[in-house]
């Protein structure tokens, strides 16, 4: 499986201006409401029994977040805003000629977008491509309305891939960008960060079994957002939601926070990462045995950040098979019984003290 | 061992105004001496090759750090400020009536400071009183040479002792009153927090084998104030510094982190708990199956926070014995093979996800 | 008038433990409710027709905060909290000793606080003391209820008085200590800061016409919390309750920002100034021409600030007659006509760039 | 004068990727490399006797600053990067067919710069395109240089030119997009915002006498950020530089202050405006009257805000000439003596409060 590359079309990719919005399906839509509106603070754009539409504080088009009652949780559409409508037939052809299954709704799929098209993409995530989008008032300056803490924009997708270099040059035909990779010195590729906007990434492709959305990121503006968050969980008893963080980044230089809502879907709340809109904007590429890679500070990445994902579904709504990644994982060759990682390079294989070596290590040698 | 109760004497305690210094000994002072310097930010007061003392930028004594080089990382002293120069002879009479060594120096043990009691306490810590003492210039409006995180003040000490209820009764005579402490159903008391100046603590009494230092903690403005010194500690490949944390404490409500010195003396980085000055003020008792007791947001306490901590040394110079904690540790019970923690009163006890459990606990069941 | 200094009495004063309360009277108590507690987000603890008592969220004694409706606004208490319960019969004495006014009341003035004794006092300020005081809930953990810029203290009072020497000496026999204050070359004394807590004020004496409330402060944790409150005033269309700041003090170090409620009442939020509590505190002087006195960052004090400030009550409620001040006033030797202010020590008495010159001094000079 | 509206030009403008750089002539190159260098915390690239190259912290170009020495204070160009070498084969053509002064040096202008098209442009600002540039490290990560409050990113230009619908109309034939503007219900605009990269602005458009620099902006993470400047300034006893802020602008969202150099050229720090970069981005039109449109909290602007700025060279280096504006000027009609603003929508024309009229009104006033 994951035959071969993924063929470059002829046709040119749509002009992609940004990752835009997510659909996720979620099994007890009142508790994911709750989580998502009375915790995370977002905003109800529209809603009815069945679809929950929220949107970010700083959002100016219908919904950037869809909440879908269903039987499985799943992701149901990574949508990105194309620029121009003809961008949609771009897109059509684009995968058509990918002999990926296409499906265009001039009505779109959910409320509030207009004309829009969904591929099973040949990596098997449900990537929508969408112009058309009602406008809804932009609440960045509503103060008044804004929890500690505001989410103010949909930053980024991740998705787990078993075979990331594939899945880096079909983004690259699609006019993506890689800004950060994670390798090692074989040239194993861990994961990389791609983006359109001019921002460390759009989504991510991080090497595991897959395809599965590793997590959806939403931006505030600071640092003390990302904690005000963290403070608001443990006052309401929900302190175990948090999976992993607050942390810096050392890929990004962003500060991150690693949710898990109702159903496990996983959030990163995510702030400061820099400018790559330059058309040279420097690649920057890590080692994958650099304990700062993942968390400047060293700290430990819990084993479940690593292994657990959600299930994607395709166009008629069914999860997509998951395939086994060949590559060896990250987890193994860092943490695992094998797996080194160090603070210094050239420091020795075992020269992390015990409160860095994480969960999983410690696991196996106790 | 740990006998009987300390008996409450006859004499007076002195009058305690707030731990004010610390002098802890390490094996190489010229990197002790970058750590707390060209790291920390700490301002050096005076130095010579045997000692560097060191304060705070909001502090106007000599010093509240002393580093001193010596065959054998320890603490040597827990000095606290006294309100008047008699308090020292209250001192005095207060320590010869429990039977203690009393060691009273008219010109001081350390530079900049006058004359200075020093004693070692029922529990067999080093504790100093003084009153007179070298003032400097408070640099707290000199942001000219404030690096991004500035330590501003000493905040407080925590002591690891066997016999927590001991331990508090005789610093309930020295003076010194609970704010909060975690027990458990079965009215074991794990740790208290006591205080003299009106904030969380001035010391901690720290359940387990003692007597030992866990750590001396320094205050920042903002939370921000941490992260930086953690962003700092990655950029210079030192974040194995850095042991746990940064996070929101439960216990004091303040932010945390926990890092470790050349000679793995813990530093705690600490800001913003609550005023504690009224004479009724509430004690807050922590159940120690609560999982936010420790970390507000449920994130383990790695093993070595619990098991690690720097020898005292007696009046002589020579490391007390360490004296191992008769009642159930806070580890075993909460993240031990037969431990439990929730995150909800009447949670399960399996109830924490994975990713709340600890290494300790993942360690064992693997 | 001001006649001659107050006399020490023989009488110990009242062990004073921190500026506890204050009682407001309002003319328009749903409005006022509404800028308490639907903007700046103080928490109700009890409230009838007639008065409403809010708490900021660390505060665990029934309100620190009574808006009263009244037919004329002004300040009705300044309460501190004592020690013990027989401070009260101190406080008794030692005013009968001054001649003043006295008035016990053994089950309190106002809601939640027991035996209190108020007095005018040899200033004209309604002072009130008292111990017995009930029990709330300490919402300091409550981040779930609070907004961004959670008031978290009573920081301190600010009064304005015609002579400052007068009051402080009164003051210190109250057992006050003066932390800061700002002198010119000629000896004359404008204001001087004064603290029982070990912050740098429990009330300050600000010279002017007097007696008047110049501002009750209230603190929040960090610099971000006192903006938060600038956006949403910002956001409600109330902007205009703005009247000064934010900006750094220079005095006391700390953050500010002044609002003016809906009578006109002043309303300092602020944060982090330092320890005051040793017994040797160095005093800080300013000079009264240093423009960066009452802000680090020399933006102009609009003249409001000096001339505006609340009436207070006698004890039968009604409006202490206000005295002229005798000596120079701050503003006439700083920003005035004939006055002059510096950035730099030496540098010419016109070296402020217009910018920095303030609204009085450009409003002379056009 | 400003005859009629510039041509669009047949020719396709370059396409500019963003603000990138700008070349101020300074007076007196030491004084001023004080205070961008030893205040301000730029990095130096390069540096001679009579130019020093900064860059911020997270700029991987050569420079985004050049400090000249020269007579007359002045900016020199205002460079934005283009997407690809044969964009400057545009600029060429575009500029020509305007009728304006081109010159293109193959090896750039600068140091660190290749091949560079300068022109002067029909506003009569020194505009430079560029794409060819040496790579320098991206200093993102290297906490352990980063002052308090370390700039990060050139943002945005300012300039004030007479005519700003004129202006506006260029702009838009260069590629450009309003994402702002200040106008009166006369149809007056006062000042746009204009955006390539997706924020509020890569420039502004401010109505007064021009060409004229008015500001140009270096971004900081956050809002704690600026104040460490403005603390830092207070510090060195240079708070004169501050002319304005810090504060919440209406107009972008963000948080900024104003500092004038040693040649009082005005450098505002800014953090946090918002994504813009949606084809059918929302544009926001303030009232004139609007007393947040300049600064949410309502504070005044100070005059010399609105009057100075900086005089722009020719490309034979002279300074052009500055052409009066011919509408009326935004200060006269919000401050000035006829000039009303207001808090609320449907506000009386004088019911700011007096804290709020500013320093210009009030000397009317008096």
């Known amino acids: 499986m994951n035959a071969g590359p993924v063929p470059t079309p002829s046709s040119p990719p749509p002009d992609v201006v940004r990752a835009a919005s997510i659909e996720l399906v979620v099994t007890d839509l009142a508790a994911s409401r709750r989580f998502y509106v009375d915790v995370l603070g977002l905003v109800v754009t529209q809603e009815d029994d069945r679809c929950v539409y929220l949107r970010t504080f700083e959002e100016f088009i219908h919904h950037n977040l869809v909440l879908r009652q269903g039987p499985v949780a799943a992701a149901a559409a990574f949508s990105y805003r194309v620029r121009a409508p003809h961008d949609l037939d771009r897109a059509v052809a684009f ?31 449900p990537y929508e491509f ?27 997708f991740n998705q787990v891939t078993p075979d990331v270099p594939r899945a880096v040059r079909y983004m690259e035909d699609l006019g993506f960008r890689v800004t950060e990779d994670i390798q090692d010195a074989a040239g194993t590729t861990y994961a990389a960060w791609m983006r359109r906007k001019p921002t460390v990434h759009d989504t991510a492709m991080t090497g595991g079994d897959g395809p599965r959305l590793h997590h959806v990121a939403f931006a505030t503006h600071e640092k003390h957002d990302v904690l005000a968050i963290c403070d608001r969980l443990g006052s309401l008893r929900l302190s175990d939601r948090i999976e992993r963080g607050p942390g810096r980044h050392g890929v990004s230089n962003a500060f991150y926070l690693y949710l898990r809502d109702p159903d496990g879907h996983r959030v990163e709340i995510y702030t400061q990462d820099y400018w790559t809109g330059d058309p040279d904007n420097p690649v920057v590429t890590w080692d994958v045995h650099d304990n700062q890679r993942r968390d400047w500070w060293g700290n430990p990445v819990v084993p479940s950040w690593y292994t657990e994902a959600s299930l994607v579904l395709d166009l008629d709504g069914n999860p997509q098979p998951v395939l086994a990644r060949a590559d060896t994982s990250e987890m193994e060759v860092t943490i695992g019984a094998d797996g080194f990682s160090y603070t210094r390079p050239g420091d020795d294989a075992d020269a992390l003290p015990t409160w860095k070596q994480g969960e999983y290590k410690l696991g196996h040698q106790l």
Chains 1, 2, 3, 4 share one sequence.
Request: net charge negative.
């Open 130 to 156: 969408f112009h058309d989008v009602a406008h809804v008032e932009r609440l960045a300056w509503r103060y008044d309305l804004q929890p500690p803490g505001p989410l103010v924009r949909l930053d980024h």
């Open 95 to 125: 995968y058509r000629e990918l002999g990926c299954r296409v499906e265009r709704r001039p009505d779109g799929f959910t409320a509030g977008v207009g004309d829009s098209v969904r591929v099973e993409d040949p990596l098997g995530f």
